[in-house]
Nanobody, 120 residues
Framework: QVQLVESGGGLVQPGGSLRLSCVASGDTFSKDTMGWYRQAPGKQRELVAKITRGGVTNNADSVKGRFTISRDNAKNTVYLQMSILKPEDTAVYYC??????????????WGQGTQVTVSS
């Protein structure tokens, strides 16, 4: 069974840090673009950061300079290091694995999500 499992969420005070992990299983994900998305209550899911199979990263403007995405293909794992967290970062964070065939999305997998709450 191909699946993504996130971990590392929790409650943190403003200004604090968390590291999210996403372990992929059931297939090799080194060819996938891996991403982190988030969804706050009453809002649409939005891209936080993504990393291509070649290691090129792209962060949302709201997290630039604070969040860093990385991947370890040997471990089939993608990370999101979050620093200087703000209350507006509170959301459920989802891991995504997207495989392209040329420009077409051939496979799009999602994890179950992990809650991040930033509050004093």
């Amino acid at each position: 069974q191909v699946q993504l499992v996130e971990s590392g969420g929790g409650l943190v005070q403003p200004g604090g840090s968390l590291r999210l992990s996403c372990v992929a299983s059931g297939d090799t994900f080194s060819k996938d673009t891996m991403g982190w998305y988030r969804q706050a209550p009453g809002k649409q899911r939005e891209l936080v950061a993504k990393i291509t199979r070649g290691g090129v990263t792209n962060n949302a403007d709201s997290v630039k300079g604070r969040f860093t995405i990385s991947r370890d293909n040997a471990k089939n794992t993608v990370y999101l290091q979050m620093s200087i967290l703000k209350p507006e970062d509170t959301a459920v964070y989802y891991c995504n694995a997207r495989r392209y065939y040329l420009t077409i999305v051939a496979r799009d997998l999602w994890g179950q999500g992990t809650q991040v709450t930033v509050s004093s």
